[in-house]
């Protein structure tokens, strides 16, 4: 199983497009991301309605098309994958022209059957689109679901209530949706508290459940008052997480049931494994008979198991062998 990691940029910028550039400088260069997320928004009014609260607030904070061409390009050009979150039409048709493997629908516009068709039109066979869950009935992923028609689904678990408790994570539930969805992709957005002590453990917990993505807020300015600084970690520790997820990603192994190289190493017959032993001397054309042996650890070894003895009995001995022998395939005519 292989994880991809996100760092997540969100509005952490707030508008100011230098901190926002050096933002991203320092994730292309610093970071082991598979992928950096950008909240994409270009058409205020269709997201937002006047009346709310942090209507000025997201017009205010809002990028061109130019200054979001500058910073995709950087992303792209040196080496890491944009993943897009879009809030409204406009910015789905100006991030599509980057080829985005990953696109994203926030779990605040998964009610919104405009914005889900016109994604549906935009999007190829090989774009990955990624619902955000967080907070969602199955109803309301059910509908998203059944609207876009996508093979290519990644359910996004978590949610962000500045910071999460994760008291309310809920990793029950979560599982529990996952098993109703098998043939999608999972992914974990984690928003615990930045100076949680647990912040890590918390993160390897939801990746433990068998996730395709784990998502992290990142920031160079770590517990400064910007947007979602509440869960924004260090480079450093998104760092550390990294690694902490590669090292689970190896002990999960590739799922396969036969057995691995350690576990052939382990279960020889004989030393490890019970094997069978002659509990008195035979003879040569003498048959097998089940009450000759008994099962015990040797220090030898043999090539047969328990199960397979039963194929063995009434067949000949080869020659004579004494009480203690333990048996194996070739001491069979």
Same mark, same amino acid.
């Given at each position: 199983?292989?994880?991809?990691?996100?760092?997540?940029?969100?509005?952490?910028?707030?508008?100011?497009?230098?901190?926002?550039?050096?933002?991203?400088?320092?994730?292309?260069?610093?970071?082991?991301?598979?992928?950096?997320?950008?909240?994409?928004?270009?058409?205020?009014?269709?997201?937002?309605?006047?009346?709310?609260?942090?209507?000025?607030?997201?017009?205010?904070?809002?990028?061109?098309?130019?200054?979001?061409?500058?910073?995709?390009?950087?992303?792209?050009?040196?080496?890491?994958?944009?993943?897009?979150?879009?809030?409204?039409?406009?910015?789905?048709?100006?991030?599509?022209?980057?080829?985005?493997?990953?696109?994203?629908?926030?779990?605040?516009?998964?009610?919104?059957?405009?914005?889900?068709?016109?994604?549906?039109?935009?999007?190829?066979?090989?774009?990955?689109?990624?619902? !955000?869950?967080?907070?969602? $009935?199955?109803?309301?992923? &059910? /509908?998203? =679901?059944? +609207?876009?028609?996508? %093979?290519?689904?990644?359910?996004?678990?978590?949610?962000?209530?500045?910071?999460?408790?994760?008291?309310?994570?809920?990793?029950?539930?979560?599982?529990?949706?996952?098993?109703?969805?098998?043939?999608?992709?999972? !992914?974990?957005?984690?928003? $615990?508290?930045?100076?949680? &002590? /647990?912040? =890590?453990? +918390?993160?390897?917990? %939801?990746?433990?459940?068998?996730?395709?993505?784990?998502?992290?807020?990142?920031?160079?300015?770590?517990?400064?008052?910007?947007?979602?600084?509440?869960?924004?970690?260090?480079?450093?520790?998104?760092?550390?997480?990294?690694?902490?997820?590669?090292?689970?990603?190896?002990?999960?192994?590739?799922?396969?049931?036969?057995?691995?190289?350690?576990?052939?190493?382990?279960?020889?017959?004989?030393?490890?494994?019970?094997?069978?032993?002659?509990?008195?001397?035979?003879?040569?054309?003498?048959?097998?008979?089940?009450?000759?042996?008994?099962?015990?650890?040797?220090?030898?070894?043999?090539?047969?198991?328990?199960?397979?003895?039963?194929?063995?009995?009434?067949?000949?001995?080869?020659?004579?062998?004494?009480?203690?022998?333990?048996?194996?395939?070739?001491?069979?005519?």
């Amino acid at each position: 199983m292989s994880i991809k990691i996100i760092a997540e940029t969100a509005w952490h910028h707030d508008g100011d497009f230098v901190f926002f550039r050096a933002l991203i400088k320092e994730l292309v260069s610093k970071t082991k991301a598979d992928y950096i997320k950008f909240h994409i928004s270009l058409d205020a009014d269709e997201y937002i309605y006047t009346d709310h609260p942090a209507y000025e607030w997201v017009v205010e904070r809002m990028f061109t098309t130019s200054q979001w061409t500058e910073i995709l390009n950087y992303t792209i050009e040196n080496g890491k994958k944009p993943m897009l979150l879009f809030n409204d039409m406009k910015a789905i048709e100006f991030g599509m022209h980057f080829n985005p493997e990953l696109v994203e629908i926030h779990s605040v516009c998964l009610n919104d059957y405009n914005l889900l068709n016109y994604l549906k039109s935009k999007i190829t066979q090989q774009t990955d689109v990624v619902l !955000g869950v967080g907070g969602s $009935t199955l109803y309301e992923i &059910e /509908n998203a =679901i059944k +609207i876009l028609e996508s %093979g290519n689904i990644v359910l996004m678990h978590g949610f962000q209530n500045y910071p999460t408790n994760y008291a309310d994570i809920n990793f029950g539930k979560t599982k529990k949706i996952m098993q109703l969805y098998p043939k999608f992709k999972h !992914g974990y957005a984690d928003h $615990t508290a930045w100076d949680n &002590e /647990n912040n =890590i453990l +918390i993160t390897l917990f %939801g990746a433990a459940l068998g996730m395709d993505f784990v998502e992290k807020h990142v920031s160079t300015h770590t517990g400064k008052g910007r947007t979602d600084w509440q869960a924004a970690i260090s480079i450093k520790n998104f760092n550390e997480l990294t690694k902490k997820l590669k090292i689970w990603e190896t002990s999960f192994g590739n799922g396969l049931l036969e057995l691995n190289e350690g576990e052939i190493a382990y279960s020889v017959f004989g030393p490890n494994k019970k094997a069978a032993i002659l509990i008195h001397d035979v003879v040569k054309d003498e048959e097998l008979v089940i009450t000759e042996i008994s099962f015990k650890r040797t220090g030898q070894v043999t090539d047969m198991n328990q199960l397979e003895l039963k194929n063995y009995i009434g067949k000949k001995f080869v020659k004579d062998f004494l009480r203690g022998h333990c048996l194996s395939s070739s001491d069979f005519q």
